[in-house]
């Protein structure tokens, strides 16, 4: 089957024949290399049983990879045209796996139903620009995924696995953590994409795990995460004297979570922002 896969030919006479011209502003890179789809797919640990959700797959390259190995692959393509001609491109390159396929053409991030089966793993060529808000979308409307390999710029990548501490650490870590560990397993070099983007990409294997034990919804806790980075110079009973009144009520509250009011967010891991959460005005008991 090594021949379903998309090669740097295929991919331009498929995009001159969609007159397909690759925006900054979607964040659109190809992948055009085999080998480097085969290794996402077995990074990614899917299996003949998975149901795989992309998001936009573009010209195929990595659908092609997916499909050869899932039991069925959910696309999600913003791009009419794209959205349009992948199920043509599959019907020719491995027409044995065109009833395995479902296209939803829409926004990733307007998307909260799937037709048949729900997906078990994400794997995905994130566009740089919405890489982040499109992968807690799909983790948050998606329960049922249990596994996944999303590419990323290498800078993101990073940042979604910082641990607290790290000078990356940030928003995008501790959200991240609120469903699933998160590692880095590999890097991808520009030279794989059409057009070549200017930085190295990262692939960011996540595995599904129970959100810290908390009385605070996730939504409470989030606004915790995102008062306490907003200004990240700030002591903790700074950044989050809005949320809860004034400086010295944080402290209180902060302290009640057993978290040092003088703290700063990024040494603050995920189950001590759900503890502090708790005591949010209003929240449950």
């Known amino acids: 089957m ?7 030919r295929t991919i331009r006479e498929l995009a001159a024949e969609l007159d397909l011209r690759p925006t900054k502003q979607r964040g659109q890179n190809f992948v055009h290399d085999a080998n480097t789809v085969r290794r996402i797919v077995a990074a990614s640990g899917i299996t003949p ?33 794209l959205a349009r001609r992948l199920p043509r491109t599959v019907a020719e390159r491995l027409p044995a796996a065109s ?14 139903d799937l037709p048949g089966p729900q997906p078990t793993a994400v794997v995905a060529n994130l566009p740089y620009n919405v890489s982040v808000p499109v992968l807690l979308h799909v983790l948050a ?7 996944g390999l999303v590419m990323v710029q290498l800078e993101v990548a990073d940042r ?23 590692a880095r397993v590999g890097t991808v070099p520009p030279k794989v994409f059409w057009p070549v983007p200017n930085v190295d990409s990262g692939l960011v294997r996540m595995t599904r ?4 034990a908390t009385t605070a919804t996730r939504q409470q806790v989030f606004a915790v995460v995102d008062a306490a980075f907003a200004q990240r110079r700030k002591m903790l009973r700074g950044a989050l004297a809005g949320l809860f009144g004034s400086s010295a009520a944080a402290s209180e509250a902060l302290e009640a979570a057993g978290v040092d009011p003088q703290a700063r967010g990024e040494v603050i891991d995920v189950a001590a922002f759900a ?3 708790e005591r949010l005005p209003g929240a449950p008991a």
């Open 160 to 182: 979604l696995v910082a641990p607290p501490g790290s000078k990356v650490y940030g928003v995008p870590s501790v959200k991240l953590a609120w469903y699933a560990d998160a």
């Open 2 to 8: 090594a021949d379903a896969l998309l090669d740097p």
């Open 209 to 212: 795990r129970e959100p810290p």
């Open 49 to 81: 049983d998975d149901v795989v959700l992309e998001i936009g797959p573009g010209l195929g390259s990595l659908t092609l990879g997916l499909l050869e190995q899932a039991a069925h692959v959910h696309v999600v393509e913003i791009e009419s045209s």
């Open 141 to 147: 409307r998606w329960d049922s995924i249990r596994t």
């Open 99 to 112: 009833e395995r396929l479902t296209v939803t053409e829409a926004d990733a991030l307007d998307v909260t």
């Open 275 to 277: 503890r502090i959460a």
